[in-house]
């Protein structure tokens, strides 16, 4: 699963946007959630509240890359906030792990810091719960992937071994995209042994011109004024 296009986080003056993802993988089951950025604007407020319930037999990829902004306009870390709760869970309601994202640009401490942005533009995160392959593998293909990229990046094993994340920095938008997809290509080939697929999305391109149809009388939709000209 994957989205259409990035999530743009609009200004407002006060409260702020929310938005809730709840994945719930069954016995067996394997599941991917691989979105494009969320990318605040200025005076932003957003607020992201993840819940993933994995079954022991199921897997789960799950990826997620926030920008520092509308970087083409130069909006580096111009959102007022962006709070991100990343809950993992057993059918049972084990809690398994928990990764908080807060990043304040009015609180103490710069959201430019070593532990979050450290003064790069995009942070991505992916993490993988499985039983397919021990979480120390996991977490070594991983590490081997992002060191491949040269790219500022962290891997390490989830709680109660039950799979592994790592966490990427970087300002270059396709350098960090490349290199999401190449973790996730090296776990997937780990775990099920076939290769990341491509990822199908709409891209911009030349708009035939539209035509006006004159139409005769009777020709006209309810409600709408006949079309008098024709091109």
Same mark, same amino acid.
Request: glycine share 10%; hydrophobic share 40%.
């Given at each position: 699963? /994957?989205? $259409?296009?990035a999530?743009?986080? #609009? ?7 929310? $938005? @809730? *993802?709840?994945?719930?993988a069954? &016995?067996?089951?394997? *599941? ?8 605040p604007?200025r005076?932003?407020?957003?607020? $992201? #509240?993840t819940?993933?319930?994995?079954d022991p /037999? ?5 990826? &997620?890359? !926030? ?5 083409a306009?130069?909006?580096? #870390? ?9 809950? !993992?869970?057993?059918?049972d ?5 928990v ?6 640009? %009015? ?10 942005f450290?003064?790069?533009d995009?942070?991505? /995160?992916?993490?993988? *719960? /499985? ?12 590490? &081997? @992937? ?18 592994a994340?790592?966490r !990427?920095?970087?300002?270059?938008s396709? @350098?960090?995209?490349?290199?999401m ?11 099920i ?8 999305k709409s %891209? ?15 020709? &006209? ?6 079309? %008098?000209?024709?091109?």
């Open positions: 699963m /994957t989205t $259409q296009a999530t743009k986080v #609009h200004r407002m003056e006060f409260d702020h946007a929310p $938005q @809730a *993802v709840g994945l719930t069954a &016995e067996g089951s394997y *599941v991917e959630y691989l979105p494009d950025p969320v990318v604007y005076d932003a407020r957003f607020y $992201q #509240h819940r993933v319930v994995a /037999t199921a897997t789960v990829l799950l990826g &997620e890359t !926030i920008a520092a902004g509308r970087l306009r130069g909006e580096r #870390h111009a959102y007022r906030m962006l709070f991100a709760d990343l809950e !993992i869970l057993r059918p309601g084990a809690l398994l792990a990764d908080t994202v807060r990043l304040d640009t %009015r609180a103490p401490g710069p959201v430019t810091g070593p532990a979050v450290a003064g790069h995009l942070m991505a /995160t992916l993490y993988a *719960v /499985t039983p397919l392959a021990p979480a120390a593998r996991v977490a070594d293909t991983l590490h &081997e @992937a992002f060191t491949a990229t040269g790219l500022s990046f962290g891997a390490s094993t989830l709680p109660e071994d039950c799979g994340w790592a !990427i920095l970087g300002s270059d396709p @350098a960090v995209t490349r290199a997809r190449a973790a996730w290509d090296a776990v997937r080939r780990l775990l042994g076939v290769p990341a697929p491509g990822l199908r %891209r911009p391109g030349p708009h035939p011109p539209r035509r006006r149809v004159a139409r005769g009388p009777g020709d &006209e939709a309810p409600g709408v004024p006949r079309n %008098r000209t024709a091109g």
